[in-house]
Antibody, heavy 118, light 111 residues
Framework: QVQLVQSGAEVKKPGASVKVSCKTSGYTLTGYYMHWVRQAPGQGLEWMGWINPNNGGTNSAQKFQGRVTMTWDTSISTAYMELSRLRSDDTAVYYC???????????WGQGTLVTVSS | QSVLTQPPSVSGAPGQRVTVSCTGSSSNIGAGYDVHWYQQLPGTAPKLLIY???NRPSGVPDRFFGSKSGTSASLAISGLQAEDEADYYCQSYDSTLSGSVFGGGTKLTVL
């Protein structure tokens, strides 16, 4: 069955970077785009961007452009999202989610809590 | 301020029917892009509830019904059950933003 398993919680200082991993199983990573979505405490879902593992093409929301890097490692079926120059308002749960038909997310990772605090 | 507008909360008694609205604009829902709905139970990842405006993934009860008209979409839940108490999010694509957009979320309380 399809599974997306994310890396564990992180605590970072302002200005640092964080890299979240999303290990996939049960399907071919290159067959589907991967969404990254975040959710600040008590807030709604916020789309960050997506990556096309076939060619490495990415698209990110304007507010994250220049700070977010999405990559993948086909050999270990794992997608990554790195967010740099962290601020306190980047404290959130970060989710990876498989994009089906280029449109909706049918499988989600369990989420990774990133806490940014001095 | 979310691109897609949802009511912050709705409520209903067990067995009743409730509707969650999702209002967009001519650059997203009104442009013909599909609307999808997710259910998020407390402390868990979102779960796909409705895709392509009206379609239910396998395992989702037919008590959940999606519709779309013009620049808006709706999620109707009939025969409310206590287990339906959750946050519900709509999602679509926006051509101006060139990316995916979510509604702000609606908290459903089963009275």
């Amino acid at each position: 069955q399809v599974q997306l398993v994310q890396s564990g919680a992180e605590v970072k200082k302002p200005g640092a970077s964080v890299k979240v991993s999303c290990k996939t199983s049960g399907y071919t990573l290159t067959g589907y785009y991967m969404h990254w979505v975040r959710q600040a405490p008590g807030q709604g879902l916020e789309w960050m961007g997506w990556i096309n593992p076939n060619n490495g093409g990415t698209n990110s929301a304007q507010k994250f452009q220049g700070r977010v890097t999405m990559t993948w490692d086909t050999s270990i079926s794992t997608a990554y999202m790195e967010l740099s120059r962290l601020r306190s308002d980047d404290t959130a749960v970060y989710y990876c989610a498989r994009l089906q038909s280029g449109s909706y997310s049918d499988y989600w990772g369990q989420g990774t809590l990133v806490t940014v605090s001095s | 301020q979310s691109v897609l507008t949802q009511p912050p909360s709705v409520s209903g008694a067990p067995g009743q029917r409730v509707t969650v609205s999702c209002t967009g604009s001519s650059s997203n829902i009104g442009a013909g892009y599909d609307v999808h709905w997710y259910q998020q139970l407390p402390g868990t990842a979102p779960k796909l509830l409705i895709y392509g405006n009206t379609n239910r993934p396998s395992g989702v009860p037919d008590r959940f019904f999606g519709s779309k008209s013009g620049t808006s979409a709706s999620l109707a839940i009939s025969g409310l059950q206590a287990e339906d108490e959750a946050d519900y999010y709509c999602q679509s694509y926006d051509s101006t933003l060139s990316g995916s957009v979510f509604g702000g979320g609606t908290k459903l309380t089963v009275l």
